[in-house]
């Protein structure tokens, strides 16, 4: 993954964000050009596995256990029903699953070996596995790449500066930290951040600055708009014009030439022409299916019709990297075999005790 050396500098990147509108599209779709087959997009669904109470404050998030947002709570979903979920996503042409957990970090427990499960199956299936689960240690991620996962999501969000009006229960360090153990365990790297949360364009560029001083910026970078939930510290923000997207999309693009960039949370409030423009300004992905994590998204059937249109289509599965093998987990086979032991230990008690049954009789 390399930058632009073009535009490595803060003043670059303004100088660059605040172009005519047109021009900066055209270059952006230059050098999407370059780099990537502009026909094909990638369709990521998400699946929120464990939904709200999480203990952080993070100000635009309807899942902090803090705000009111009338939010439908519910804890881990079973490994089955992710599966299910998995393979509809996959018959409606996503070839990526991010799976995201309401939590501040990974804890060693049960949940989190549901989470490895969960990775296995979906891996097997045939698709990219993404997670997306909070804060996690080097050894945690390790586990989940030897489960098979393709991708970690962690998002800095926002610049340096601006991340202490944001949220007060983490340090952005912290961040930087979990993203560094994901790619040390060999696990790309999803990382971006929200525009529309009262951030200046420096706080936008600044988040782009945080991903240049990287050694290896992300592979792929989500540009999400705020959705501006009720009940949220940032409740009342007004809507950015779909413009600042197709700017932030683009300036993203032309940054980090050969990461994948992704239009994500906002697109309900885009026009086809304004996520046209983000396609020609370099977007090679999108969160599709009806649901984000807890708000809502285009249908499948939308951007079906928006794919015709514009003449897109879906990308496969790998075509950035190598399918993850799935390694037999520690942990789980484990339990697996304590188990099978139980069933066999209820078994033989069961025909004993059928033999004095019949002794008596
Ligand atoms: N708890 C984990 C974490 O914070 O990394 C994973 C889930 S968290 C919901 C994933 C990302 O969703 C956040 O980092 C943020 O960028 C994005 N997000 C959350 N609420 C949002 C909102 N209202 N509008 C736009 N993006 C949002
Ligand atoms: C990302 O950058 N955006 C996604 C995904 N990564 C996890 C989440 C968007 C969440 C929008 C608000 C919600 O639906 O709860
Ligand atoms: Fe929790 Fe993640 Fe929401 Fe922050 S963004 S409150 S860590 S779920």
Redesign the pocket.
């Known amino acids: 993954m390399k930058v632009n050396p073009a535009y490595s500098t803060k003043e670059q990147l303004i100088e660059l964000y605040n172009k005519p509108l047109l021009e900066l599209v055209f270059e952006a779709a230059s050098i999407h050009r370059q780099f990537h087959n502009p026909r094909e997009v990638q369709m990521s669904s ?1 699946l ?1 596995i464990k939904t709200g109470g999480c203990s952080e404050d993070c100000g ?4 902090a256990a803090r705000y009111n947002t009338g939010l439908d709570a519910h804890k881990l979903m079973s490994v089955e029903s992710v599966i299910e979920q998995a393979k509809n996503a996959k018959a409606n042409g996503s070839s990526r699953l ?1 799976m ?1 957990a309401a939590w501040r970090e990974v804890r060693d427990n049960k949940d989190f070996d549901s989470v490895v499960e969960m990775v296995q199956e979906v891996n097997n299936l045939g698709m990219e596995v993404c997670c ?1 689960l909070g804060m996690m240690n080097e050894d945690q991620a390790k586990r989940l790449k030897n489960a098979g996962l393709f991708a970690y ?1 962690h ?1 800095l969000d926002t610049s340096k500066d601006y991340y202490k009006d944001i949220i007060s229960t983490r340090e952005y360090e912290d961040r930087l930290q979990t993203i560094e153990n994901a790619r040390k365990a060999g696990i790309t790297v ?5 525009i529309g949360m009262g951030e200046a364009v420096e706080d936008r560029v600044g988040l782009l600055m945080s991903y240049m001083e990287m050694e290896t910026p992300p592979n792929s970078i ?3 708009a705020l ?1 501006a ?1 009720e009940g949220t510290p940032l409740e009342d923000q007004k809507p950015i014009e779909q413009w600042e997207l197709i700017r932030m999309v683009a300036t993203t693009r032309i940054a980090f030439p050969e990461s994948i960039v ?1 239009l ?2 906002g697109r309900t409030k885009m026009s086809l022409e304004g996520q046209a423009l983000c396609f020609l300004a370099g977007a090679g992905s999108i ?1 599709a299916g009806d ?7 285009p249908e499948f059937n939308e951007d079906k019709e928006m794919f015709d249109i514009l003449g897109l289509n879906p990308k496969k599965a790998f075509t950035e990297g190598e399918q993850p093998t799935t390694y037999p987990d520690e942990v789980l086979e484990k339990k697996k075999k304590a188990a099978e032991l139980r069933a066999q230990q209820l078994d033989e008690g069961s025909k004993n005790f059928q033999a004095r049954k019949i002794t008596i009789e």
């Open positions: 998400l929120s635009y998030c309807p899942q991010c995201g997306t999501n998002n999803c990382s971006g951040g929200i989500p540009i999400n959705v939930v992704r994500s949370a969160f649901k984000l994590l807890t708000t809502p998204n």
